[in-house]
């Protein structure tokens, strides 16, 4: 069993920031890529950052220059730095992984999600 457990979440004022930090753990094999998604009422599930193993990172557009993302890949965590927060990033934050488990099943998981809020 695979599991991503994120943390980090909170309530900051237009312009700060937050760190958010993805752990997987159980019977991980490795991982190709690990990604942060986020999603507000009403609005889809969007890609926001992911990393390669190779550590090549791609960012929507709408936050690039402000957010970067990062892994350890000892600790199997993946990192989200998030400066310069404005109220549309406010959006519940979840972990994801393309990993192969220790049978070598390549599989997609997710973290239960973190709730990231901007707001003065």
């Known amino acids: 069993q695979v599991q991503l457990v994120e943390s980090g979440g909170g309530l900051v004022q237009p312009g700060g920031s937050l760190r958010l930090s993805c752990a997987a753990s159980g019977r991980i094999f490795s991982i190709y890529a690990m990604g942060w998604y986020r999603q507000a009422p009403g609005k889809q599930r969007e890609l926001v950052a992911v990393i390669t193993s190779g550590g090549s990172t791609n960012y929507q557009d709408s936050v690039k220059g402000r957010f970067t993302i990062s892994r350890d890949n000892a600790k199997n965590t993946v990192f989200l730095q998030m400066n310069s927060l404005k109220p549309e990033d406010t959006a519940v934050y979840y972990c994801?992984?393309?990993?192969?488990?220790?049978?070598?099943?390549?599989?997609?998981?997710w973290g239960q999600g973190t709730q990231v809020t901007v707001s003065s």
């Open positions: 994801n992984a393309d990993l192969i488990t220790i049978d070598y099943t390549r599989r997609v998981y």
